[in-house]
């Protein structure tokens, strides 16, 4: 009896071991971006745990001022050592639906600039837009145009409305009731030429393949940062836009 609570013990110990060997390979040579418990840096590619990280930053509702002040500060933190400039908005109750919280504005430093500037997003938002551009947007421009993005067209991030700007009262509110989502429009490359959802999507037109390609490319990559991403070929109300948002629900259309 002694003997066999001997060899379980030792079994244990030597799983044990293995299990903790394992772990030290993993955190040794495994990606950065794909382990969890690594924290989020903007520079590395987009990993299996990149989506996880950014959620870290998410605010609910009913979160206390000082747990929205907390999380927001470590949000900007990141972006600030990832060499983006980033200020903090005032945040907004305009009733009902329409309330945002961790509101910042993206000023400067290592990004493409948004058009309009001055948008004011959540800050997990501003997080993912990061990544997009430097992860997706900037080395697709590359590739298909040989130029960098300038600018980044858009419709704006918030919007007192409901999904559709719906009269429904029973429609969903639209995230970007929330600051939490960003409609492009387009982007503007520092040779000059404009890429238009509008007009590019459909691939006709001079460019017209590269331009497709390209527009394609960065809705796809936008899948992998974005919760939700809404294209022209989802229906007509985004015929002239990409809708990237962090919503809690998935979507890639």
């Given amino acids: ?17 293995g299990v903790c060997a394992a772990f030290a390979l993993l955190n040794a040579f495994a990606p950065h971006q794909d382990l969890p418990w690594k924290p989020l840096d903007l520079n590395h590619p987009i990993g299996q745990a990149t989506a996880a990280k950014v959620s870290d930053f998410e605010l609910t509702r009913t979160a206390a001022p000082e747990e929205v002040v907390a999380t927001t500060d470590a949000c900007m933190r990141i972006l600030r050592e990832a060499g983006v400039q980033v200020e903090r908005a005032d ?3 305009d009733g ?8 910042v504005r993206l000023t400067g ?28 947007l900037q080395p697709a421009a590359q590739q298909a145009f040989g130029s960098k993005v300038a600018r980044v067209d858009t419709y704006g991030s918030y919007a007192c409305r409901r999904i559709y700007n719906s009269d429904n009262p029973d429609a969903r509110p639209s995230e970007h009731a929330r600051a939490n989502a960003l409609d492009v429009a387009g982007v503007t490359l520092e040779d000059g030429r404009v890429i238009s959802v509008a007009r590019d ?3 006709d037109g001079p460019e017209a393949e ?3 390609g390209f527009l394609r490319t960065l809705r ?11 294209s022209p070929d989802y229906n007509d109300a985004h015929a002239d836009h990409l809708h990237l948002d962090g919503a809690a629900r998935g979507l890639c259309r």
């Fill in 91 to 93: 945040d907004r109750d």
């Fill in 201 to 203: 999507w459909s691939g």
């Fill in 220 to 230: 796809n990559g936008a899948c992998r940062v974005f919760s939700t991403v809404l």
């Fill in 1 to 17: 009896m002694k003997r066999d609570f001997a060899d379980f013990w030792n079994l244990l110990w030597e799983a044990a071991l």
């Fill in 109 to 136: 430093g290592d990004i493409t600039p948004l058009a309009p500037g001055g948008l004011v997003m959540q800050c997990p938002l501003a997080v993912r837009y990061v990544i997009w551009d430097r992860q997706v």
């Fill in 96 to 103: 009902g639906f329409c309330f945002v919280q961790g509101a």
């Fill in 210 to 212: 590269p331009r497709a």
